[in-house]
């Protein structure tokens, strides 16, 4: 049974799960707000957090796990999201690899996986997950690669909405979780994952710091790597971590 802890104003989320497991806090508890003074999102960057507008929560976890099993948790936060999104919203969710949510081809939710080492242990893993839900417009940067529930939907703002969100996202990540947690792969869920996967089939731009490339998404691994067939035809696995992928014509 999860523990879930609704605030209204935070620096960020995924600092009151560290601050939880500072205090011996152990897994399975999940902490949301209404307000984010400093939400971080991915490499360094801002997660614009207003009040009231989107969702933000995250989820404390003490795995047994090596360390190189953690960004799958990011993979099974991006699963979790797609169901919940589903079942509460009934938007048809996909995934951009590894783990960002788009609807319609535009980015949906974001997630940011922390992990804390004592040597080569895990003593905490907190997964970050921001959703927007009731935005009407965003910043011009991001205007033409986000989205919201409201802009799908029409939905106005609506705090039933918001709680139903949060607890199935707390519900499917426990499936998910299980399974990455048993298997320390995607085994479980690959070919689900793979169904929902934007990328699948498409060409993409691999932004390897070594030298960016076109390629054809053919497939992923079970450790959650991206497969790829470059223009020149030889297969390539992509790792998450250490390399983005964009769609050549946009975002995904
Ligand atoms: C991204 O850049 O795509 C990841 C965004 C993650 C945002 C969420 S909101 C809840 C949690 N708290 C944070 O400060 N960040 C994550």
Not at 15 to 35: I, L, P, R, W
Not at 85 to 98: F, R
Not at 120 to 134: A, K, R, T
Request: aromatic share 8%; hydrophobic share 35%; proline share 2%.
């Amino acid at each position: 049974m999860y523990t879930l802890d609704r605030r209204e104003e935070v620096t960020s989320t995924n600092d009151v799960c560290k601050e939880m497991a500072a205090k011996g806090t152990e897994g399975k508890y999940a902490c949301s707000a209404m307000e984010q003074t400093k939400g971080r999102g991915r490499l360094g960057r801002t997660w614009v957090s207003e009040k009231n507008v989107g969702l933000y929560m995250s989820i404390l976890e003490r795995p047994h796990f090596a360390p190189e099993v953690a960004p799958l948790l990011s993979v099974a936060a991006g699963m979790a999201v797609v169901h919940a999104v589903k079942e509460v919203a009934g938007l048809k969710a996909q995934l951009k690899w590894p783990n960002d949510v788009v609807v319609n081809g535009k980015k949906l939710c974001g997630i940011l996986a922390e992990m804390e080492l004592e040597g080569n242990h895990i003593e905490y893993v907190v997964v970050g997950i921001g959703v927007n839900l009731f935005h009407k417009t965003f910043p011009e940067e991001i205007k033409e690669t986000a989205t919201s529930i409201s802009l799908e939907t029409g939905m106005e703002e609506n705090s039933m909405f918001r709680e139903k969100m949060e607890k199935s996202i707390v519900k499917w990540w426990e499936t998910y979780y299980n399974q990455v947690l048993q298997d320390k792969s995607i085994r479980g869920f690959k070919e689900e994952y793979l169904g929902l996967l934007a990328n699948y089939k498409e060409k993409v731009r691999v932004l390897d710091p070594a030298g960016e490339y076109t390629a054809t998404c053919i497939g992923v691994d079970e450790d959650g790597s991206l497969l790829v067939k470059t223009e020149d035809r030889i297969e390539k696995k992509v790792r998450s971590g250490e390399v983005s992928v964009r769609g050549i014509y946009g975002y995904v």
